[in-house]
């Protein structure tokens, strides 16, 4: 068996082999040499925090990627490398020279993060790559690798599809290339820079092994977040905060009385987001988006990558603050609305999806652990969370938007840390509170502050599902805080 | 509590063997060949299946056996010992709720030199019983002993929602013993019906004491099954010094918090969230919620179990630190039963332009097991978060059989109806008249509020006739159970 295996093993370097050597004859100038001056091996050292227990850092773990010196030294990787990053190192592959770094800014939502080392005189003698023009389906590309003595190992693909995918934040969105490329397992291929002609097009930020595809977030988007990145304030990738639904049946484009092609049907509106500020409702039909009119699956023509979602146009091309006017069929009679351009409000969100760096919230009450509703939470019931996590807590993490404007964060008792206090409330787990003292609970400030005021001596806590309400010792969980942190080895009773 | 366990144990065996020959002209094995409707294709008629199952003569020539044992029956045939000729068989009352029932014989001749028996009551823990039935399928009566190990509250798992008093056995009980009595001293102290198959854990079946059966019996004595009827509310354990102060109980005083009372129920009206139950019919809770009943300590509910519609329960309570005594009358069951699992009951359902709408309960979510998260909130908390004052039934587009009246409504497989034509939809007979009525496009609207569906009339029109031929849908609704 074991030998079948090496056999194999063989068979595929070779085909790799092939390829890499085949390169330059195909792609007339990936000119690699020039790019090895760009690149630098990035060791991140990442801890999340765990959630049932957010007083404590999972074990550590490591990430390697490649960054990619551009102009103004700084060294551009995706966010995911980085995130939640206890400690970076940058290492130079061929003499493996270090230096520590730390990150200048990080966007989860377009998953790109820059790097600036603190030394930086360590980048002397490098060169900043350049960024390459927009690409159009079948164009070849060459996706960079290091080997361990330094070298870069090329592997070339091809452009298979041009489309606003979504990105690992799930916040929305993005242009987002797919490149079919077959890429090897290297020690470091999570962030890898992808060049034609010497220049960079963008960044792997995922690699679909069993159909060789790898997930690129193109220039446009870098180009984007470095704009943001050399304005004032960073502010990021605004959205129109809408879902929508295509307008194909022709029983429905009757019904409404579309008499010229395209148009989108707006199904959903996030409150307080961009549109619903400017006044789009739902039922909404767009038809065309800043003079451009949309097909009935939203696309518009656009002159650098063609039939392209419209969301390219107001999420990408367009930065916050600009006004965009949309041409819209409301009740048979045709409107244009300025619409502003917003960045989504993650404080506004009642439970949040982004990734983040912030360390989870808690307050401990007498042996109570509450908690905000997340979605980085209901990701520790595994994989299959959407199943596994208690429903209503996923129905509310899910239809957040159809829920009132002013509900605020969902707080929960998540778990019951056993004391003399809390005798008889062992089994009590992710109940969503409502009241603490008389006071409504919008946040767990609004708790810790509503736990400071206990009514006659107790403190009533009170909840959506039963048992609807309990009561603890305010005076006895005061006494007992010092022994409760002592017991649990809790650094601190609350984070706020 | 010293006991001689060899002598009693010797005592009891020569009972036993005694009974094996009476109980032999008692002991019926039942042949049931059913019909399960299928829930995916609700116009079919469902998979025809057999099985065997115990059974035994009770007074008035009536034959007692599990509910699971008949239902869904279509054709039954019983044997007794020493007969092989079969006879034909009906479900004179069926209990889903208790899992037990009652059958008829049509030939009287059947009664012919057989004994009904008569039953016992609760056996004490470590007292041994004897199981008959047919386990496997045998044709030939089969006996197995062992002791009462628990005497406590079980979920009962053919409705898979009621729970009720039951006796767990280390007797071997396996599939064929259901409906079988349960002996002692010649007595019948249970009937067998529910077990763990093996890997889960082994010498533990249970059987429905005697308390439930009388309860049954008593139900149907007027010629209908009532079924039980519930305070339905919630209620939680009072161990929590603060909690108990806060309420107002005195350091020996017990009972239990009140936390969920379900409007429409039976205490919807009288006992409010928050009241503190001290006693139910004179009989002080402790604060874990049980209350002594026949030197056993059970759950309050026990005293609600055995009582019937129309009947009273006197609660005891303190409400706001000052004590109160409630009469509540227990007058409908629950009427929210859709999380339990149905029998005998046809699936209901409305097709329309190749849309199946179908109303949503425990054996729809068994067959479809949907993904939809919204879909799973409304029905895991239908109850809990009174959904039903809003939609007294779940309807959904349960299925689409595609046709190119709609071709683009796959998306919307699941998802909950809120609106025909402007008619809010609450139950499936308002799908069926809200398709009834003439007009040019049919707009549906689901929960979430997203595009809706339009089906102009005309295409549903011309899509009919293909759609009933291609998909073989042989009727296009059903609204009875």
New interface residues.
């Given amino acids: 068996m074991k030998s079948i295996h090496l056999l194999r093993a063989a068979w595929l370097a070779l085909i790799l082999l092939l390829a890499i050597q085949s390169a330059p004859a195909e792609d007339d100038s990936s000119a690699p040499e020039s790019a090895s001056q760009s690149l630098l091996r990035v060791n991140s050292t990442n801890q999340v925090y765990e959630f049932f227990q957010p007083w404590i850092k999972k074990p550590p773990f490591s990430r390697r990627g490649i960054g990619t010196l551009i102009d103004g030294g700084r060294i551009l990787v995706t966010a995911e490398l980085v995130a939640n990053s206890t400690f970076i190192e940058l290492e130079k592959p061929a003499t493996a020279e270090k230096s520590t770094t730390t990150v200048e800014r990080i966007d989860y939502d377009c998953n790109l993060a820059v790097l600036r080392p603190a030394d930086p005189a360590f980048l002397s003698g490098m060169k900043p790559l350049a960024l390459n023009g927009p690409l159009k389906v079948g164009d070849q590309a060459t996706i960079l690798q290091l080997e361990p003595n330094g070298d870069i190992a090329q592997t070339l693909g091809r452009i298979t599809s041009i489309s606003v995918g979504s990105y690992p934040s799930e916040s929305g969105a993005l242009l987002l290339f797919k490149l079919g490329a077959p890429l090897q397992q290297r020690d470091g291929s999570f962030t890898l820079p992808a060049i034609r002609d010497g220049r960079l097009i963008g960044m792997v930020m995922r690699y679909d092994a069993r159909n060789q595809s790898a997930d690129i977030v193109p220039t446009a988007v870098i180009r984007h977040f470095l704009a943001e990145l050399d304005s004032p304030t960073y502010q990021g990738f605004a959205r129109l905060g809408m879902?929508f639904?295509p307008l194909?049946?022709p029983?429905?484009r009757?019904?409404i009385g579309l008499k010229e092609p395209g148009g989108i049907?707006v199904?959903?509106l996030t409150q307080r987001g961009s549109a619903d500020t400017a006044g789009i409702k739902?039922g909404d039909v767009i038809l065309a988006v800043d003079g451009l009119p949309l097909d009935q699956d939203g696309n518009y023509e656009d002159p650098d990558y063609g039939r392209i979602l419209f969301s390219h146009l107001t999420n990408t091309i367009k930065h916050p603050g600009a006004v965009i006017p949309l041409k819209i069929l409301r009740n048979d009679q045709t409107l244009e609305i300025p619409v502003t351009m917003k960045v989504a409000n993650e404080d506004q969100a009642i439970s949040e999806t982004h990734l983040s760096d912030e360390a989870p919230k808690y307050v401990i009450l007498g042996g109570l652990v509450f908690i905000e509703l997340s979605r980085p939470y209901l990701k520790e019931w595994g994989s299959k969370w959407?199943?596994s996590a208690p429903?209503?807590l996923?129905?509310y993490d899910?239809?957040q938007n159809?829920l009132p404007a002013d509900r605020g964060r969902i707080i929960i008792l998540s778990q019951v840390l056993p004391t003399p206090?809390?005798?008889?409330?062992e089994d009590l787990e992710n109940i969503v509170v409502t009241k603490v003292n008389g006071q409504p609970i919008k946040s767990l400030t609004d708790l810790s502050e509503a736990a400071k005021k206990p009514v006659?001596g107790?403190q009533?806590i009170e909840f959506e599902?039963?048992?609807?309400?309990?009561?603890?010792?305010a005076a006895?969980i005061q006494s007992n805080a010092d022994n409760l942190k002592k017991h649990y080895a809790l650094p601190s009773l609350e984070r706020l | 509590m010293s006991r001689f366990p060899l002598i009693a144990f010797a005592f009891l065996c020569t009972v036993a063997a005694l009974n094996a020959v009476e109980i032999s002209k008692s002991l019926i094995r039942i042949e049931a060949t059913s019909q399960e409707p299928n829930y995916k294709t609700p116009w079919s008629p469902g998979d025809v299946s057999s099985g065997v199952g115990a059974g035994f003569i009770v007074d008035g020539k009536r034959i007692m056996t599990n509910a699971h044992v008949v239902s869904n029956a279509r054709f039954l045939t019983i044997s007794k010992e020493g007969d092989p000729n079969p006879y034909l068989a009906k479900v004179l009352h069926i209990a889903h709720d208790c899992d037990l029932a009652l059958l008829s014989v049509e030939n009287p001749a059947f009664f012919k030199s057989t004994s009904p028996l008569e039953f016992g009551g609760i056996p004490e823990i470590e007292s041994v019983v004897s199981a008959y039935g047919y386990p496997l399928g045998g044709t030939r009566l089969s006996v197995t002993r062992g002791i009462v190990s628990r005497i406590d509250f079980q979920p009962y798992s053919h409705s898979g929602m009621d729970s009720h008093l039951a006796i767990q056995i280390d007797a071997a009980i396996n599939p064929g013993n259901s409906g079988g009595p349960v002996m002692q001293n010649g007595k019948v102290v249970g009937v067998a019906f529910q077990g763990y198959s093996g890997d889960v854990a082994q010498n533990v079946g249970y059987m429905i004491p005697t308390p439930v059966i009388q309860r049954f019996l008593k139900d149907v004595k007027d010629g209908h099954y009532d079924r039980y009827v519930d305070l339905a509310l919630?209620y939680?354990?009072?161990?929590?010094?603060?909690?108990r102060?806060?309420?107002g109980l005195e350091d020996e005083t017990t009972g239990v918090?009140v936390?969920?009372v379900y409007s429409g129920g039976a205490a919807d009206g009288f006992v409010k969230?928050?009241d503190v139950i001290l006693k139910i019919d004179g009989h002080t809770v402790s604060s874990d919620g049980t209350i002594p009943l026949e030197n056993e300590a059970v759950p309050l509910d026990e005293v609600v179990e055995r009582k019937f519609k129309g009947e009273k329960v006197q609660l005891d309570i303190l409400r706001e630190g000052k004590p109160m005594a409630l009469t509540v009358p227990l007058n409908e069951p629950w009427p929210f039963k859709l999380q339990s699992n149905l029998y005998d009951e046809k699936p209901r359902f409305v097709v329309a332009g190749g849309l199946v709408f179908q109303p949503v309960d425990q054996n729809f979510m068994e067959a479809h097991d949907p993904?939809d998260?919204?879909l799973?909130?409304i029905f895991?908390?239908f109850v809990?978060?009174e959904l039903h004052t809003y939609r007294p039934e779940i309807v959904v587009l349960s299925n689409i059989l595609p046709d190119p009246?709609n071709?683009?409504a796959e998306e919307f497989r699941y998802s909950v109806v809120d609106e025909v034509n402007g008619h809010r939809i609450r139950n499936i007979e308002d799908i069926a008249t809200a398709f009834e009525e003439r007009t040019d496009?049919y707009?549906i609207k689901f929960a979430?509020?997203?595009?809706?569906?339009?089906?102009?009339r005309k295409?549903i029109e011309e899509a009919r006739p293909r759609i009933r031929d291609r998909y073989a849908v042989t009727t296009e609704k059903n609204l009875e159970k």
């Fill in positions: 879902a639904a194909r049946d029983q429905l009757r019904y049907y199904s959903d739902k959407a199943s429903q209503r996923v129905y899910a239809f159809e206090d809390t005798v008889g409330y006659d107790f009533k599902e039963d048992p609807k309400f309990l009561f603890l010792d006895s | 919630t939680r354990n009072l161990f929590n010094p603060a909690s102060r806060a309420l918090q936390c969920s969230p928050g993904s998260q919204r799973n909130y895991d908390y809990a978060d009246v071709a683009y496009f707009i979430g509020g997203g595009r809706p569906i339009v089906l102009e295409a």
